[in-house]
Nanobody, 129 residues
């Protein structure tokens, strides 16, 4: 059973940087997987931030996310990261990592939650003075 666990959340000041981690376990390899970060703020819908194909390293970003968010992975540690720059209060949300087996022939968007079978429990990020 695949398990995903987020870490690195917390309270930061506006303008700070923050790095979230997502550690994956339960498989020997995640080479066929795509992994993604989503977030959900209070009263809002879940929002796609970015995705990465595990083996190829190709990255995909949601609208307006590329400017301040960077997704990456360390396949030796089975860990995915989300680096957040110049945070602002609108970044306050629960951040989730998600993963699922997505064939390399997949050509549609990576923003749909339905393509990810596994989800972490989330980590809270709060940006305030």
């Amino acid at each position: 059973q695949v398990q995903l666990e987020e870490s690195g959340g917390g309270s930061v000041l506006p303008g700070d940087s923050l790095r979230l981690s997502c550690t994956a376990s339960g498989r020997r390899t995640f080479s066929t997987y795509a992994m993604a970060w989503f977030r959900q703020a209070p009263g809002k819908e879940r929002e796609f931030i970015a995705a990465i194909r595990w083996r190829e390293g190709n990255t995909f970003y949601g609208d307006s996310m590329r400017a301040r968010f960077t997704i990456s992975r360390d396949d030796t540690e089975n860990t995915m990261y989300l680096h957040m720059d110049n945070t602002n209060p609108e970044d306050t949300a629960i951040y989730y990592c998600a993963g699922g087996s997505v064939p390399p022939t997949y050509t549609k968007s990576y923003k749909w939650p339905s393509i990810y079978l596994y989800w972490g429990k989330g980590t809270q990020v709060t940006v305030s003075e």
